[in-house]
């Protein structure tokens, strides 16, 4: 069983940048791949980024690419999401997720339905 809990949320002005962080308490975490969502009030839950198992992956919604990046730390079970040049329109709950555990190689995806675990989101909020 995987437990997914998120952290770095806050409040932070237009511009400025923040680090989500998202820790597992499962076993093998490198045969997952994580995803970054986020779902604002009244709008349906989107895709931010993914990255593969073993870090070398990664995709990102057109939204925030160029903005945000994501990686992660194996040795700590933590994927994170490092969003800079932050906009209002990035104000949301963000949620982590894990996909697998994949046997072998494995590809960052988009789709919320790939992913078997989720945790309780950290919230965001930029101001303009």
């Known amino acids: 069983q995987v437990q997914l809990v998120e952290s770095g949320g806050g409040l932070v002005q237009a511009g400025g940048s923040l680090r989500l962080f998202c820790v597992s308490t499962?076993?093998?975490?490198?045969?997952?791949?994580m995803g970054w969502f986020r779902q604002a009030p009244g709008h349906e839950r989107e895709f931010v980024a993914s990255?593969?198992?073993?870090?070398?992956?990664?995709e990102y919604a057109d939204s925030v690419k160029g903005r945000f990046t994501i990686f992660r730390d194996s040795a700590k079970n933590t994927v994170y999401l490092q969003m800079n040049s932050l906009k209002p329109e990035d104000t949301a709950v963000y949620y982590c997720?894990?996909?697998?555990?994949?046997?072998?190689?494995?590809?960052?995806?988009?789709?919320?339905?790939?992913?078997?675990?989720w945790g309780q989101g950290t919230q965001v909020t930029v101001s303009s």
């Open positions: 499962g076993r093998s975490f490198s045969r997952y791949v």
């Open positions: 990255i593969s198992g073993g870090g070398g992956r990664t």
């Open positions: 997720a894990a996909d697998g555990p994949y046997q072998g190689d494995s590809l960052p995806t988009s789709r919320p339905r790939d992913y078997d675990y």
